[in-house]
């Protein structure tokens, strides 16, 4: 069975999440960074690593989510959904159909903004989704969830 990829759009939504992490919290601790090496050195050193460090997590926010996206896979197969992720430590997660306590789609503001939707299964050994497949249209998220709720069962264990 061949894996299936998410929506390509996914990797503007990780983008634009990182540029808004980078506003809110990286942007200000690289300035602090540099106010506090330029504190113990040099108002001039302490500049320019609050700008490199601003710099570095940048790019990374901005070339990242297209290894995420390279990497990200998922399927639904006779016994079980298959999902996996990972750039430097790959992960495959492998749900039994069985174990599927149940399913839900979530979206958030941004999510809605870019159309899309992630799909999250619970089974019952906890509190979190066990899986989840972000980055699919409304449409793809919701045809999953049902099959998934379809597929699984709860045997009453």
């Known amino acids: 069975m061949?894996?299936?990829s998410v929506d390509p759009r996914v990797t503007m939504l990780w983008r634009a999440q990182a540029l808004l992490r980078l506003a809110f919290?990286?942007?200000p601790a690289s300035a602090a960074l540099g106010v506090g090496v330029g504190s113990v050195v040099t108002p001039a050193v302490g500049v320019v690593v609050g700008l490199a460090a601003a710099t570095f997590l940048l790019a990374v926010g901005l070339l990242w989510p297209a290894l995420e996206y390279e990497h990200l896979r998922y399927g639904i197969r006779e016994h079980d959904l298959l999902v996996q992720r990972g750039v430097l430590f790959r992960r495959r997660t492998s749900i039994p159909h069985n174990r599927i306590q149940h399913v839900d789609t979530r979206q958030g503001p941004?999510?809605?903004l870019f159309g899309?939707?992630?799909v999250a299964v619970y089974t019952a050994s906890g509190m979190s989704a066990e899986g989840?497949?972000?980055g699919l249209t409304e449409e793809k998220a919701e045809a999953i969830r049902d099959e998934l709720a379809r597929l699984g069962g709860d045997d009453g264990v």
């Open 25 to 27: 919290f990286w942007g």
């Open 110 to 112: 941004l999510e809605r």
């Open 2 to 4: 061949t894996l299936q």
């Open 132 to 134: 989840s497949i972000p």
């Open 116 to 118: 899309l939707s992630q």
